[in-house]
């Protein structure tokens, strides 16, 4: 079915068209909770494409090689929030031997990760499209890099309007979510630039 897909354009079509936070709405609590600073933005960014790209291939591997063959494919889901789980078990050790700063600064969004339907969604769109294992890991890649973006874009524009006057009325979360829907707006500009 998806055998001649440009592999390219699904990397194009992950970040902007198929963004699945701007477009699809899936990954919103560590989109509005970490991205007050660009910084642990950035940090939050990088985790989820380390752990949305080896939940790619090893999703891909666990349905195709067990759950198909089996015959248990209705337990996808459970299959691959056990292979989520285990990822973000890895990125938090690492975080917290490595970088404990940003380990402090990501606090409770980083366990939440297990949880991001971003990285579940991911999955699952390969798994329906039956892409194949290449195309499973560009399609992985450009929404991993496309949550990225979004949250970098969007910490970067809550950093400014800190230093601007806003009404009372939409300090903190109002003003937040009013960019949020602008920035969302702006990504449905590339919605027809590419089909898949």
């Known amino acids: 079915m998806h055998q001649h897909i440009n592999l390219f354009l699904l990397l194009l079509f992950g970040i902007f068209v198929n963004n699945y936070v701007m477009s699809q709405f899936l990954g919103i609590c560590p989109f509005l909770g970490v991205s007050k600073k660009v910084e642990t933005a950035t940090g939050m960014g990088v985790a989820v494409i380390f752990v949305i790209v080896i939940a790619c291939a090893a999703t891909f591997v666990i349905y195709n090689l067990i759950l198909v063959p089996l015959g248990v494919t209705y337990l996808y889901t459970i299959a691959f929030i056990l292979v989520i789980a285990s990822l973000v078990q890895l990125v938090e050790m690492f975080l917290k031997k490595s970088s404990p700063d940003l380990y402090q600064s990501l606090g409770v969004y980083l366990p ?85």
């Open 112 to 196: 939440l990760i297990t949880t991001n339907c971003a990285v579940l969604g991911v999955a699952v769109v390969n798994m329906q499209n039956n892409y194949t294992f290449a195309q499973a890991i560009v399609n992985g890649v450009g929404g991993a890099v496309g949550f990225a973006f979004s949250i970098i874009v969007f910490a970067g524009i809550r950093e400014r309007m800190e230093h601007n006057k806003i009404p009372k009325a939409f300090n903190g979360f109002p003003m937040a979510f009013v960019s949020a829907s602008i920035m969302s707006i702006a990504f449905l500009g590339f919605q027809g630039l590419i089909k898949i």
